[in-house]
Nanobody, 113 residues
Framework: AQLVESGGGLVQPGGSLRLSCAAS????????MTWYRQAPGKQREWVAT????????YYADPVKGRFTVSRADDRDIAWLQMSSLNSEDTAMYYC???????WGQGTQVTVST
């Protein structure tokens, strides 16, 4: 089983990015998907969760109203749509399936002029 993130990059403040997490090797539809991030010198922090089925979503306060998490169970993929980005959002972003202990390799998001 594995998770592969993509979509990171350099973006200007106020810009948007969409991260993808492609899953394989396990029944994707049966598990919640979470997103975490880790900035340099800081602990990894939870960002968002989309429950199995895709209806229920939860967000950390710093990203609430700016980020949207979603999933397509027929394609085994999840997304994190990020908007109104600022320098505080600069981090390595990871998708994670808690019940299976799965982590992706991460994708770097850098918000800078």
């Amino acid at each position: 089983a594995q998770l592969v993130e993509s979509g990171g990059g350099l973006v200007q403040p106020g810009g948007s990015l969409r991260l993808s997490c492609a899953a394989s090797g396990y029944p994707f539809h049966a598990y919640d998907m979470t997103w975490y991030r880790q900035a340099p010198g800081k602990q990894r922090e939870w960002v968002a969760t989309v429950r199995r089925g895709g209806v229920d979503t939860y967000y950390a306060d710093p990203v609430k109203g700016r980020f949207t998490v979603s999933r397509a169970d027929d394609r085994d993929i999840a997304w994190l749509q990020m908007s109104s980005l600022n320098s505080e959002d600069t981090a390595m972003y990871y998708c994670h399936v808690p019940s299976r202990g799965l982590w992706g390799q991460g994708t770097q998001v850098t918000v800078s002029t």
